[in-house]
């Protein structure tokens, strides 16, 4: 697996999702990078216990990501995904976790007597395009 290296700022961190019939734990991170004029952004995954990875940083700091690319064909279309392996920050120190101080809020727990709602996908677009439903189990995931 070839491992790529990053450097940028933190500009979104999401809650985790929980998806397939297993509910494995998903979770998403953007890192926007400058480069003279122009700013890319990239959509990086944590899959499984690397959910907890970015607990650690906040929105705007700036960090170091090596991340793994993996692409996959779906109906006839291609889908890259980038998978974070390490992230630290700038400096390449992992910054000990503050207590108290989350970058997205905890989870909202469901009304005592009532279920949790599962998960539920997006809705599909017109073009006939449909989210790959894959169970991931930690036993496949090569990192």
């Known amino acids: 697996m070839a491992l790529f290296t990053i450097e940028g700022t933190i500009t979104n961190i999401t809650p ?3 998806r397939g019939a297993k509910q494995f734990p998903v979770r ?3 890192v926007e990078e400058t480069e003279g004029q122009y700013t890319n952004s990239y959509c990086f995954s944590l899959l499984g216990e690397k959910t907890d990875m970015i607990e650690k940083y906040r929105i705007n700091q700036k960090v170091q990501v090596k991340f793994a690319p993996s692409s996959r ?3 006839g279309r291609w889908y890259t995904e980038l998978k974070a392996v390490f992230i630290s920050d700038s ?3 992992q910054p000990q976790p503050t207590q108290g101080t989350h970058s997205t809020p905890p989870p909202i727990p ?3 007597g ?3 709602p599962a998960y539920q996908a997006p809705p599909t677009k017109q073009d006939g395009f449909k989210p ?3 169970d991931y189990d930690e036993e496949e995931i090569a990192f």
Do not use: I, M, R
């Open 16 to 18: 985790v999702e929980h």
């Open 28 to 30: 998403a991170f953007v």
């Open 73 to 75: 064909e779906h109906n």
């Open 132 to 134: 790959a439903e894959e």
């Open 110 to 112: 469901p009304p005592t």
């Open 114 to 116: 009532q279920a949790q």
């Open 91 to 93: 400096s390449g120190h």
